[in-house]
C-alpha cells in the first residue's frame, strides 16, 4: 500500500482512499481525502461529501456532507456538479445537515438535470417520484411520467419499472398493459427487484396476458428472493388463499411475517386477518386488533377500515360505533372503497352519526365508483326508494344489475321482485328491496308482510322463495 505523505498527488491521495476504505479503513480513507480536497480538488469534494453520509457512527456527520457537496456543486466537472445536486436535494429531502425542505429537494434534483453535457438518471427518478406524490410541487403526473421516461432512456432499471407502473395505471397517460409489460420485462432484464413484483401482479391479474396463479406465484418469489418486501406479502397472499399453489396458512403467516418485519404495513393487516379467522393460529381478534392497529399507524387504508368494523362489532375492542365512524372516516380519506361502502351503511341507519340518505347514497356512490359490489345494490336501493336522491326506477335496475354480475346474492333477488312484484295489484309496495344484511331485509319483509297481512306480496314472495 502506498505511503501517505506530502507529496503525494491527489491522485495518489485518491487510490490510497479507495484501498483503504475497500479495507474498512474510514479514518485513513477520510484522512487521505480530506488531503486532495485541501488541494480544491472537486471529486475530493464530492467524495468527502458521500463519506460523510455513510451510516459509520464514527464518520457520519450529514452537515459536512452539505458543505462538501456544496463545494463539489459549485467547482467541479459537469459530472461531479450533476452528482453534487442530486446529493444535495436527498439531504434536503431527508432533512439530514439542513432543516427539511422539499421545495428545495425538488430545486437541487432540477439543477442536477439540467447541468449541460451531464446525464443523471437518479436524479430524473427523484423528480419523478416528487412529482408523483405531489412532495414540493402540486402533483403531476405527466411531469413524472416525463422524468421516468428520461431516466429509462438512459437505461435505468427504475425508470423502466415506474414507467411500466404508471402505463399500468394510466397515469398521465392512457392505460396500455401491453406497454406496461414491456416495461417491466426491461426492467427485470436490467436486474430490478420491483418490476420481478409487479410482473407476478400482471399475471395475477390476468391483464394482456393469460391469468396464471401459477407463473404469478414464481415472479413473487424470484423478487422475495431477491429481497423485496412486497413480494413476500404477496406469497403470503397466494399461500393463503391457494392460488398458484397449494395452500398453506402456517407458510402465509410466515410470508406475512417476512414483509411486516421489512416495514410493509399491508402485512401487518393481512397478519390482523389470520388471526382474526383463526388461519394458521388460534382465533384471537385482541391480537387481531393489535396488528390492524399497527397497519394503521404505518399509514394503511384498509386496516382503518377493518379497525372501524372492529370497534363497531366489539371484537378485541370495546364495541364503540363513534369510533368505527371515526376509523371509516379516516380511511375513505385515501379513498378505500369498503371504508367508503361502511360510512354509507352508518349514515343511512344512523350508527354513529345522525341518520342522513345523502350523505349515504354520497359513499355508496363513491364505493361502487371504486368497484364495491355490495355498494351497487345499495344504490340499487336507494334509487328504488328514492332515498337520498330521486326515484328512478331504470337506475335502480341497472345498479341491481351490476351487483348481480358481481356475485352480490341480495341483489339477484332485487332483480327477481322488480320483474315479478311489478305485475302484482300492489305496486306502490314493488320497490321492498334488498340491501345492507340478507337475512336482516328477509327479517323486514316477514314482519311487514305478518304484521299488515298483506296476502298479495306474501304470495308474491312465496313465488320466489319456494
Not at 490510497?16 to 475497500?22: N, S
Not at 457537496?69 to 442530486?86: C, L, P, S
Not at 399475471?203 to 391469468?211: A, N, P, T
Not at 326506477?393 to 358481481?406: G, H, L, N, P, S
Request: proline letters at 1%; glycine letters at 10%; hydrophobic letters at 35%.
Amino acid at each position: 500500500m502506498a505511503r501517505v505523505d506530502e507529496n503525494n498527488s491527489w491522485i495518489e491521495y485518491f487510490s490510497i482512499a479507495l484501498e483503504t476504505h475497500r479495507n474498512q479503513d474510514y479514518t485513513k480513507a477520510l484522512k487521505c481525502l480530506q488531503k486532495a480536497a485541501d488541494m480544491k480538488i472537486p471529486e475530493a469534494y464530492y467524495n468527502l461529501g458521500v463519506m460523510y453520509c455513510s451510516d459509520q457512527d464514527t464518520i457520519q456527520d450529514y452537515n459536512k456532507a452539505v458543505e462538501y457537496f456544496q463545494k463539489a456543486a459549485d467547482t467541479g466537472n459537469a459530472g461531479v456538479r450533476t452528482m453534487a445536486y442530486n446529493n444535495l436535494g436527498d439531504l434536503y429531502f431527508n432533512g439530514q445537515g439542513v432543516e427539511q425542505d422539499h421545495s428545495k429537494a425538488l430545486e437541487y434534483f432540477q439543477r442536477a438535470v439540467d447541468v449541460k453535457g451531464a446525464k443523471n438518471a437518479w436524479a430524473h427518478i427523484n423528480l419523478g417520484f416528487m412529482y408523483y406524490n405531489g412532495l414540493g410541487a402540486y402533483k403531476d403526473y405527466k411531469k413524472a411520467l416525463e422524468h421516468f421516461k428520461n431516466a429509462a432512456d438512459m437505461g435505468d432499471s427504475k425508470g423502466y419499472n415506474n414507467l411500466g407502473f404508471m402505463c399500468y395505471y394510466g397515469q398521465g397517460t392512457v392505460k396500455d398493459y401491453q406497454k406496461a409489460l414491456e416495461c417491466y420485462h426491461k426492467s427485470v432484464d436490467l436486474g430490478n427487484v420491483e418490476a420481478y413484483n409487479h410482473l407476478g401482479f400482471i399475471y395475477y391479474q390476468g391483464k394482456c396476458v393469460s391469468k396464471d396463479n401459477q407463473q404469478a406465484f414464481a415472479y413473487y418469489q424470484k423478487a422475495a428472493d431477491m429481497g423485496d418486501a412486497s413480494a413476500y406479502n404477496n406469497l403470503g397472499c397466494m399461500y393463503e388463499d391457494g392460488s398458484g399453489v397449494a395452500r398453506d396458512y402456517q407458510k402465509a403467516l410466515e410470508c406475512y411475517q417476512k414483509a411486516a418485519d421489512l416495514g410493509i404495513a399491508p402485512a401487518y393487516n393481512n397478519l390482523g386477518h389470520m388471526y382474526r379467522n383463526g388461519r394458521g393460529v388460534s382465533k384471537d381478534n385482541q391480537q387481531a386488533f393489535a396488528y390492524y392497529q399497527k397497519a394503521a399507524d404505518m399509514g394503511d387504508a384498509s386496516a382503518y377500515n377493518n379497525l372501524g368494523c372492529m370497534y363497531e362489532d366489539g371484537s378485541g375492542v370495546v364495541k364503540n360505533v363513534q369510533k368505527a365512524f371515526a376509523y371509516f372516516q379516516e380511511a375513505t380519506k385515501v379513498g378505500e372503497p369498503n371504508a367508503c361502502y361502511n360510512l354509507g351503511r352508518m349514515y343511512r341507519d344512523g350508527i354513529g352519526t345522525p341518520q342522513d340518505d345523502e350523505k349515504a347514497f354520497e359513499y355508496f356512490k363513491k364505493a361502487a365508483d371504486s368497484g364495491n359490489a355490495r355498494a351497487h345494490n345499495d344504490l340499487g336501493a336507494m334509487y328504488a326508494r328514492g332515498c337520498g336522491t330521486p326515484q328512478d326506477d331504470e337506475k335502480a335496475f341497472e345498479y341491481f344489475k351490476k351487483a348481480v354480475d358481481m356475485g352480490v346474492m341480495e341483489a339477484k333477488y332485487n332483480l327477481d321482485l322488480c320483474a315479478r312484484i311489478d305485475k302484482t295489484p300492489q305496486k306502490e309496495l314493488k320497490w321492498f328491496v334488498f340491501s345492507g344484511s340478507y337475512m336482516e331485509s328477509i327479517g323486514r319483509i316477514a314482519e311487514m308482510v305478518i304484521a299488515g297481512g298483506i296476502v298479495e306480496l306474501g304470495k308474491t314472495l312465496c313465488k320466489i322463495f319456494m
